[in-house]
């Protein structure tokens, strides 16, 4: 066995040791300290997308953009699909727009890759390591070689962070507007009377909530001092070693890993502690039972639901949840779950209708030993959920994948023995249904979950969920579906759709009292009352003739009612709006409020800083301080998981955010209260109002919710039907969604030959939840006819071809084929829209490809749906053309754009020539593209072009995700060959606009720049350091890093590793497999027989 082999197989081995056993576990900290711990931290990690830039330039200032001023849903951007006005959220995968993935290479291509570029370095021998994992992440061995001798340096850099970070506590001070004194609400001055006559009159919660001068724990900071030489310099120290010894006997890198790996493959399993090894038989010896249980489905359902005890526990230790809810229960011992049929269950929000799903998909991964997948709205809610189930799928033996942003592959990988739990956004847990199919693994998938079922009636991503579910139900039928959700109305189409019972309760575990504010009374909704209201209160406040003109909805009234000891939401309707509303209210705020947790929120904003490349937006310098954030698709996935994180932790208690926090993160807050009732310049729908009002009232920890709805004279009438009409119905989406909805359907069911000829198609249509309301939604068309129609359209597009001309006799029976276009279509998933522009811009390119810069390939790569929304500045434009090089000015002029009619453009004179606006708005993204990947800082970037940095960050997200499409598109058709390889390398440079030694790190869910570059200059390299690292030293280490974050972060990384040492396992297996086609093998067997 080499050397690198040991190595490999150690680390593995190594992760496995350092697993704690569960006595350790709870010998560290007591079952009730960790049951208080958990209740504090149950907010789990959100993670944002992980593409962005930090390079030192001073403090700037942005300016916002109109863009600001839109509404939320036109500025929350698709990851490639078309944005639809008037319906939120359509096609994108992610509300803060994230983007859509590209099948990965393998990872053997990739080592392959990386060794060819090392090879090509003249210093390479000097610096040749077999730190197998660490290297084949890292982009490039230049990196490498400063990994090396970055080791001392790293701690002074450490400190000197240290100190700067002390420096900058000072720096950060309110604003001189924040110093006028306004007059205090009454609400404030009770607040002070409180805060002086000691905490303990306040009622609040928690005490640590009403602690005001709470000595905050020792700082980081100071911690750092005595602890930042601890762990990384051991690591790096071994490491120095075993490169030295490797240089000398270098063979391929790949030669190696291969060897390597086939030593892991025949090896035994490490030998552990006897204890360890004792809790995982009782644990495979508990599952058995907990199989047999299950397969003899008696109504003894074993220690915990059929599940190992061990499960119980993890939930008390995890999530702090010692018991089940009734209604829980009920529902998990229904004889038709038990019974494995689909199923919909829908419950208030907050009802705890998760933990039933996770429950059932364990059952189903440990005991029935099948793959589960399970579909979340958003990315980050996806990563949010990995971070959290990873360290059961490690105690447990799955593995949790993530299925959003860039990640996931298609197919998946084969796994040997454990199951895969999937996690993915709509769109990519699709693509993922859509690989199993192709390679005949659909009926590997026991059990598919979806939450927020509802949003099968919301645009694109409605209709491509109602795809996956509907190939699922024809393709597989035994797989389990199961679908939740708070907002249901029309349950009976959807049960009929997915053939599904339906359990539902009202039970929510904190009562949440909904109010109405009409000029200075409030209201409380009331069902029984005549007109839906009974007065409550009047509201007591004193204000000012400033403040009332300030402040004519007496917002600050309100919120001063309960921040800072309870948090409190404020719903606005635009995301010029929020950041307004928490300007206002700071500006009328006591100064008393800067001293509640006053350092947290100077961490907080020095952190803000730390991941903006020391920008800090100006807004957000003044409210913090006051405990005050705005909240919308405007900050960058960094900022935004960074407040978020400050307001679960309480540091901040007033979020003033859009209607997409309501259905995007788990946010509670003690009140909530809606600022109008409006989004943008739409009334609101019941679904969003009871989404919305939803988010009040934390479990565990406040005794009652309230929502307070502002609203005007004029618009009490709409209010009240509001209040008291039943939720809005949910309609699909399918055909309403020509292009991507019932077109792309028929086209990949014909590409995966799931059903290829017209009775098959139209037998697969009456199936789908369309199927099942089609008299409702299109009563002129019969469903044959529009299966007719889109199928000849889609014939006439050159997309397919029919064996039989339309007419003939056997036209039902004769079969479609999917043309190369069509099949080009359907692997990169273009839109059908565009499908047509974009093979003719290509062939366009393949005649003069501009290749001296990047800018001709990032034009071909923008996508076609951002260009038709984008409003370019065109002095901007001019200002950015004229910065070209000649030739780069050349690829303007090449698809179409005259610095002629920029320069019109710019000094406002009229046009006469018809100039395609698209085809202009597009090279304006790219331009924005192009100086990204240049500057890679997305703040100065945003200056540059003065627009909103979240919508900066949201275009290359959608430009990652669409060079990926339009590379997996130019795969299939061999004449764009050549673009091929030129989109790989563009497809990688945008999806990660980061410095590369970073890329590893942020592979690991939950772990953005910031915290990648803070990692990084703690010596933590690779996912091999993360993965071996203790939660308390990461905590001593990094600045600003809490325990719950630490040990998501090690977990994650953990499974990580696992899933890619599984991986490379099973390559090697497979590459040693003698192929059961072999000459002789064939012939000896029949010589047997
Ligand atoms: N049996 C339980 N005991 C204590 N807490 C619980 C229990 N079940 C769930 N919870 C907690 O309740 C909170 C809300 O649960 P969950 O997120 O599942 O709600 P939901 O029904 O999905 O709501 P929404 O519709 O808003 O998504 C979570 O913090 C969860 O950990
Ligand atoms: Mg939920």
């Given at each position: 066995m080499d050397e690198g082999g040991s190595r490999i197989r150690r680390r593995v081995s190594v992760r496995k040791r350092n697993r704690p056993s569960l006595e350790s576990v709870f010998a560290a900290s007591p079952a009730t300290e960790l049951k208080h711990r958990d209740e504090k931290e149950d907010e789990e990690m959100v993670a944002g997308s992980r593409r962005r830039k930090t390079v030192d330039v001073q403090p700037v200032e942005v300016q916002l953009h109109?863009?600001?001023?839109?509404?939320e849903f036109l500025v929350l951007f698709p990851t490639f699909g078309v944005m639809i006005h008037n319906q939120i959220i359509d096609s994108e995968e992610d509300m803060f727009g994230d983007y859509d993935s590209f099948a990965e290479n393998s990872f053997l291509a990739q080592v392959d890759d990386l060794e060819q570029k090392y090879l090509q370095l003249p210093e390479h021998m000097n610096h040749a390591t077999d730190h197998a994992t660490e290297d084949l992440c890292s982009e490039s061995d230049k990196q490498n070689t400063l990994n090396v001798t970055a080791v001392g340096d790293c701690t002074a850099l450490n400190i000197d962070d240290h100190t700067k970070n002390e420096s900058r506590h000072e720096d950060v001070s309110v604003e001189p507007e924040a110093d006028i004194l306004y007059d205090v609400p009454s609400s404030q001055v009770l607040f002070f009377e409180n805060l002086h006559n000691s905490s303990s009159d306040l009622g609040g919660p928690s005490t640590e909530e009403k602690d005001w001068n709470s000595s905050c724990p020792k700082t980081v900071n100071e911690e750092l001092l005595v602890n930042?030489?601890?762990?990384p310099q051991q690591t790096v120290e071994s490491s120095s070693k075993i490169r030295t010894s490797s240089d000398a006997n270098r063979k391929s890198l790949k030669d190696h890993l291969k060897s390597t790996m086939t030593g892991n493959a025949k090896a035994q399993t490490p030998i552990f502690s006897r204890t360890k090894q004792l809790k995982e038989t009782l644990l495979s010896e508990e599952i058995n039972v907990a199989k047999k249980t299950i397969e003899s489905s008696s109504d003894d359902l074993g220690p915990f639901y059929s599940l190992p005890s061990k499960v119980r526990d993890l939930y008390v230790q995890f999530k702090g949840i010692e018991k089940l809810y009734e209604w829980q229960h009920t529902c998990l011992t229904l004889k038709s779950v038990q019974e494995r049929k689909n199923l919909i269950y829908s419950l208030p929000t907050s009802g705890g209708k998760t933990l039933v799903a996770e429950i059932l998909m364990l059952q189903e991964l440990l005991c029935r030993r099948r793959d589960v997948l399970m579909i979340l709205p958003y990315v980050a809610i996806v990563q949010e959920k990995i971070s959290g189930l990873s360290s059961f799928g490690i105690e447990l033996g799955f593995f949790v994948e993530e299925y959003a942003g860039s990640k996931g592959k298609f197919p998946p990988i084969k796994r040997r023995e454990k199951k895969s739990l999937y996690i993915a956004t709509i769109e990519k847990g699709h693509s993922l249904v859509n690989s199993l199919i192709e390679t005949g693994r659909i009926s590997s998938l026991g059990l598919v979950v979806v939450d927020e079922l509802h949003m099968i009636g919301e645009g694109t991503r409605g209709a491509i969920l109602e795809m996956t579910l509907a190939k699922i139900l024809y393709t597989s039928k035994t797989t389990q579906i199961i679908g939740m959700s708070a907002t249901l109305n029309n349950v009976e189409d959807l049960q009929k759709f997915l053939q599904a019972e339906y359990y539902t309760s009202q039970f929510r575990p904190v009562e949440l009292k909904e109010y109405l504010k009409i000029n200075d009374t409030i209201y409380e909704v009331d069902s029984r009352a005549e007109n839906g209201m009974t007065f409550s209160r009047l509201l007591n406040y004193k204000y000012s003739d400033t403040l009332k003109k300030m402040d004519p909805d007496h917002l600050v009234a309100l919120v001063t009612e309960v921040i800072p000891n309870y948090s409190c939401l404020v719903f606005c309707p635009t995301k010029k709006n929020c950041e307004n509303v928490a300007e206002m209210i700071c500006k009328s705020l006591s100064k008393e409020y800067l001293k509640h947790k006053e350092k947290e929120k100077q961490e907080v904003i020095m952190n803000l800083k730390n991941v903006s490349g020391g920008n800090l937006c100006r807004v957000l310098k003044r409210t913090i301080p006051f405990g005050v954030a705005y909240h919308h698709s405007g900050l960058t996935s960094d900022e935004r998981k960074l407040l978020e994180e400050a307001y679960s932790t309480g540091v901040l208690c007033l979020f003033t955010c859009t209607s997409t926090l309501a259905a995007g993160v788990n946010l509670p807050a003690r009140r909530v209260i809606l600022r109008a009732p409006y989004v943008a310049k739409e009334f609101l729908k019941r679904n969003q109002y009871k989404q919305m009002i939803g988010r009040a009232g934390r479990a565990g920890i406040d005794s009652v919710g309230e929502s307070i709805l502002i609203l005007q004279e004029k618009d009490k009438q709409q209010v009240l039907e509001l209040i008291s009409k039943p939720l809005e119905n949910c309609y699909s989406h399918l055909v309403q969604e020509f292009t991507k909805g019932i077109q792309t359907l028929f086209l990949s069911l014909i590409g995966l030959k799931i059903a290829t000829n017209l009775d098959d198609i139209y037998h697969f249509m009456s199936g789908t939840f369309f199927g099942v309301q089609q008299k409702v939604l299109l009563k002129e068309k019969s469903l044959w006819e529009i299966t007719m129609e889109s199928l000849r359209y889609l014939t006439e597009k050159g997309l397919l071809h029919k064996d039989t001309m339309y007419g003939s006799e056997e036209e039902f029976q004769s079969n479609f084929h999917i043309t190369k276009l069509g099949r080009a279509s359907f692997k990169g998933t273009i839109d059908l829209a565009y499908c047509d522009i974009l093979y003719r811009d290509l062939k366009k390119g393949l005649?003069?490809?501009?290749?001296?810069?990047?800018l001709h390939l990032i034009y071909l790569t923008t996508p076609y749906d951002m260009a038709s929304q984008c409003d370019p500045d065109w002095m901007i434009y001019f200002r950015q053309f004229n910065q070209l090089s000649p030739a780069e000015q050349n690829v303007a002029a090449l698809v179409g754009v005259s610095e002629n009619y920029i320069g019109k453009k710019a000094s406002g004179q009229a046009i006469r020539k018809k100039v395609d606006k698209n085809i202009v708005n597009r090279l304006y993204l790219s331009f924005i593209l192009y100086t990204l990947l240049k500057e890679t800082n997305i703040w100065s970037v945003s200056e540059k072009f003065n627009m909103p940095r979240g919508y900066i960050q949201s275009l290359l997200s959608a430009a990652a995700a669409f060079s990926s499409c339009v590379l997996h598109f130019c795969e299939e058709?061999?004449?764009?060959?050549?673009?091929r390889a030129l989109l790989g390398e563009l497809t990688k440079k945008l999806t990660y606009c980061v410095k590369a030694e970073l890329i590893p790190l942020m592979e690991v869910t939950g772990v953005l720049e910031g915290r990648a570059r803070q990692l990084y200059n703690a010596g933590y390299k690779s996912l091999t350091h993360l993965a071996n690292a203790n939660p308390e030293v990461l905590i001593r280490t990094i600045d600003h890093l809490s325990r719950r974050q630490a040990k998501q972060i090690v977990s994650s990384a953990k499974m990580l590793l696992h899933e890619k040492a599984e991986a490379l396992q099973e390559e090697v297996e497979e590459l040693l497999r003698l192929p059961s086609d072999f000459p002789g093998i064939v012939a000896s067997s029949t010589e047997k027989a």
């Open positions: 109109h863009l600001s001023d839109w509404p930042s030489r601890e762990q005649e003069g490809l501009v290749l001296e810069s990047l058709l061999e004449e764009f060959w050549v673009y």
